[in-house]
């Protein structure tokens, strides 16, 4: 199986196309694979605590967590997560923290091993937005891009290919389309191999 998670509504997002891209696509088939989609809530430590929980219970061959970026018009696959907690505002539960570790012995930053360039490729040949991003930011997100990340380099087996992807508001881009990338951003982590830069 593959897992896709998303997150719930946090701070001036009423609906998280995240999340709920996730629910539409759960129970779903991609290249063979039955899709797990989770939504988690936007807290560092419970989405973190969540996502290992999965990770456990389904050994997935492939991990691709979403969330929401305001201010993002294309489907945004994240290149890096970096050791920096840093939120602009704070989680659902009113944590806010201040230019901290994620893992205060961890490596600076990891990339993504996901095929990152065939992947918007693949979305543009498809007629969606797509980009390659430098950043996932210094929030929720990036805290759960870097602690996926550091967790499967632990624990290599559990699942070689993982990364991140920021979707658009639901006012930039229409739910049905979220939903078509992420399939299809699937389906190419999936069947490609090596990743190389696509002209
Ligand atoms: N987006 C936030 C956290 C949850 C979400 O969907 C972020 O970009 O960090």
């Known amino acids: 199986m593959v897992l896709l998670t998303g997150f719930d509504a946090f701070g001036a997002i009423a609906a998280n196309p995240s999340g709920l891209a ?33 990770l456990v219970r389904h050994a997935p061959a492939l991990v691709v967590c979403t969330g929401v970026a305001a201010g993002r018009h294309a489907l945004s696959v994240e290149r890096v997560a970096i050791n920096r907690d840093d939120a602009p505002i704070p989680d659902n539960t009113g944590y806010q923290p201040r230019d901290r570790s994620v893992v205060a012995d961890g490596p600076a930053a990891y990339l993504s091993t996901l095929p990152v360039q065939a992947m918007v490729h693949a979305l543009q040949q498809n007629g969606l937005a797509a980009e390659l991003s430098p950043s996932a930011g210094h929030y929720v997100c990036n805290h759960l891009f870097y602690q996926l990340m550091h ?11 993982g990364g991140f992807i920021h979707v658009p508001p639901l006012e930039v881009m229409a739910l049905e389309h979220t939903v078509r990338g992420l399939r299809l951003a699937l389906r190419c982590a999936l069947t490609v191999g090596a990743d190389t830069p696509v002209a």
């Open 22 to 54: 996730a629910r539409a696509l759960h129970g779903k088939q991609v290249a063979g694979h039955r899709i797990v989609g989770a939504v988690l809530p936007t807290v560092f430590d419970a989405s973190t605590t969540l996502l290992d929980q999965l």
């Open 151 to 161: 967790a499967l380099a632990r624990e290599p087996g559990v699942g070689w290919r």
